[in-house]
């Protein structure tokens, strides 16, 4: 539930915009919902899903609404403090790292079921393949084309707010974890 409403957030600030003067707290909390372009609106809502409803689980409604905003909110102002940007560009990536680290804190060995499409068949994936994905996706976005999504800040910036993002998720799964009933 929770999942649906962010992922929802998040593609709704993407198409209705978001006036909001920078360096104003308003802005930051629309950060963590807003994206640079349309590849990257639908990479973190997919990582989102695939993720999210997991952690949800788990953790409980709560604690992901919890995890995303707070480990958005840190890689943000990390990211905004290092750097030279006018105000926080990286929210929803770090938002969504955050979420990312919480699930490989609760489901390491874990496999996600994918639909190829030639031949059509279902196939299950280790879910460490979509952490380096995701990791390759956010360094290709925040670093070596900085300018697509419109970054002022130095690559070493946004990367670290990233990176406290994803461990910031995995601390609060660690902290927050309950046993699993099947």
Same mark, same amino acid.
């Given at each position: 539930?929770?999942? @649906? ?21 308003? $802005?930051?909390?629309?950060? /963590? ?8 609106? %639908? ?20 604690? %992901? ?17 290092? =750097?030279? $940007?006018?105000?926080?560009?990286? =929210? ?20 996600? %079921? ?22 390759? /996706?956010?360094?290709?976005?925040? @670093? ?14 946004? %990367?670290?707010?990233? $990176? ?19």
């Amino acid at each position: 539930m929770v999942t @649906v409403a962010l992922a929802a957030l998040n593609v709704l600030v993407f198409l209705f915009g978001a006036a909001v003067p920078a360096g104003d707290a308003a $802005a930051l909390a629309v950060g /963590l919902f807003t994206h640079s372009g349309v590849a990257h609106l %639908l990479f973190n809502v997919l990582f989102l899903w695939i993720f999210g409803d997991n952690v949800e689980d788990r953790l409980g409604r709560g604690a %992901l609404a919890f995890c995303y905003l707070a480990c958005g909110t840190v890689g943000s102002l990390v990211q905004s403090s290092l =750097g030279d $940007a006018a105000g926080p560009a990286i =929210g929803a990536s770090a938002a969504i790292a955050g979420v990312v680290g919480a699930y490989f804190v609760l489901l390491p060995q874990s496999k996600v %079921l994918i639909l190829v499409p030639v031949p059509v068949s279902l196939m299950e994936i280790p879910a460490v393949f979509f952490l380096a994905m995701f990791g390759m /996706l956010q360094f290709l976005n925040f @670093v070596v084309m900085p300018t697509a999504t419109r970054i002022d800040s130095s690559p070493a910036a946004s %990367l670290a707010g990233l $990176a406290l993002a994803f461990a910031g998720g995995a601390l609060v799964s660690a902290i927050r974890r309950r046993p699993v009933v099947w």
